[in-house]
């Protein structure tokens, strides 16, 4: 085994701090390394013999190191090819959209972003009809129009939000996808980003808000539409009002973020800025196991070490972030949900129990089956997204622009 050689994938070294974030970027599989081993691991990978290597850790570091348990480890990360795989790297294909990439978050461009911004901020101080209101929502009388135009004109503005996410990724050369799923009980579209733990950690802020960033620039470009599409008397055209409504829903969304509870954008900012890589599990596991030390039952813990310490470490103060995004949730809820629910139920309530069956009688109806249509989309994919998280894990994690990043602490023993 002295002068064998192992053959790795292609692997990102990104250092972080004292230690190394190791990862293949094809497949989304990371560990954080010491910066002794993650040496060892560039030595194998550039093609030194294995036994050269455990001697030359030996002379750089002075101490012994077990070359088999480093390849076993290795091998379950996904780092090490099979017998039968190419021993060559496929080139890979270029990245699309990366100009436009960058085009997108040139320094013109946030100019134009900041304008837009501000002309809104500063309508909306001199016309209270302006401001982001639930009453927004029902635009016309008709519930089906309303629940169409809602339902069918957020598209749109998810797929930018995303999209701006997708445009962030591509700028840095990172491969993205797109695929719909849920968060409890919303209906969400994710963007992952398989590479974006391969750049330094100052770069991958802008992937994690740039949905954000759009999210504002639209409400702002909506609510100057509806400015400028005045009627003669000063009133709101039916074109400004929906505009409005729709800009609405863009302020649940934007409040959506910071429930942090959800791993929404914010929590991935907020993880990135203390040097977390999958937080949110890492808190709940150590949640959990104090609550069954304290009832005795230490075979129901989970082994902490598979989070790195910086995760630990955090997870022990994560829980007040928790509670601030169940205040939000608590706060969109009786600001927003239950105003527009009962304003919802009081108008279906009035044309179905009015004794006529006329128009608004069918519009209520239909608006009702609407509702339950995505009631029923939304068991779909949470019953879809259990049955994915119960099979078994690959050797690789997906890595996610919108999702945890799981990572293992690769300790050095001799």
């Known amino acids: 085994m002295s002068e064998s050689t192992i053959a790795?994938?292609?692997l990102s070294f990104v250092p972080e701090g004292d230690e190394v974030l190791v990862g293949r970027l094809?497949?989304?599989?990371?560990a954080v390394f010491p910066a002794d081993g993650a040496e060892l691991l560039r030595r194998i990978a550039e093609g030194m013999p294995l036994g050269r290597a455990a001697e030359w850790y030996e002379e750089t570091f002075e101490e012994e190191v077990d070359v088999e348990?480093?390849?076993?480890?290795?091998?379950e990360l996904g780092f090490v090819r099979d017998a039968g795989a190419e021993q060559a790297?496929?080139?890979?294909?270029?990245?699309?959209f990366r100009r436009l990439?960058?085009?997108?978050?040139?320094?013109?461009?946030?100019?134009?972003y900041l304008a837009v911004v501000a002309l809104w901020a500063v309508a909306a101080a001199g016309h209270g009809d302006l401001r982001p209101h639930p009453s927004q929502i029902f635009f016309v009388r008709s519930l089906l129009v309303v629940q169409l135009v809602i339902t069918f004109g957020q598209v749109p503005l998810l797929l930018a939000h995303e999209g701006f996410h997708i445009l962030a990724g591509r700028r840095l050369g990172l491969p993205t996808k797109l695929r719909l799923s849920n968060r409890l009980t919303y209906i969400v579209a994710e963007t992952e980003t398989n590479g974006l733990l391969s750049v330094?950690?100052?770069?991958r802020y802008l992937p994690f808000l740039s949905g954000m960033l759009c999210d504002a620039v639209v409400l702002a470009a909506l609510g100057l539409i509806a400015q400028a599409g005045r009627d003669a008397d000063g009133a709101l055209s039916t074109t400004g009002r929906v505009c409005l409504a729709l800009g609405f829903t863009v302020v649940m969304r934007i409040c959506w973020q910071f429930q942090l509870y959800l791993r929404t954008d914010l929590y991935y900012v907020f993880a990135t800025a203390l040097g977390c890589y999958d937080l949110h599990d890492a808190a709940k596991a150590v949640l959990r196991n104090r609550i069954w030390r304290l009832l005795g039952r230490p075979e129901r813990q989970v082994d902490e070490n598979q989070w790195t310490e910086q995760d630990r470490r955090v997870g022990t103060f994560y829980g007040p972030f928790i509670v601030l995004g169940f205040c939000v949730l608590v706060g969109i809820t009786a600001f927003a949900s239950i105003p527009i629910t009962l304003d919802y139920l009081r108008i279906a309530a009035h044309a179905l129990g009015s004794g006529r069956v006329d128009?608004?009688?069918?519009?209520?109806?239909?608006s009702l089956l609407l509702n339950a249509a995505q009631g029923a989309t939304l068991i779909v994919l949470a019953r879809r997204k259990r049955r994915e998280q119960?099979?078994?894990?690959?050797a690789s994690a997906q890595a996610s622009a919108s999702a945890s990043v799981p990572t293992t602490t690769v300790p050095m023993e001799g």
């Open 8 to 10: 790795l994938y292609e």
């Open 89 to 96: 790297d496929a080139p890979a294909a270029p990245v699309r």
């Open 200 to 203: 330094e950690r100052r770069k």
């Open 359 to 366: 128009a608004h009688f069918w519009d209520s109806l239909l």
């Open 101 to 112: 990439g960058r085009a997108a978050f040139s320094p013109v461009a946030w100019c134009c």
């Open 26 to 30: 094809d497949t989304g599989s990371y």
């Open 69 to 75: 348990d480093f390849l076993d480890t290795i091998r």
């Open 390 to 394: 119960r099979r078994p894990a690959p």
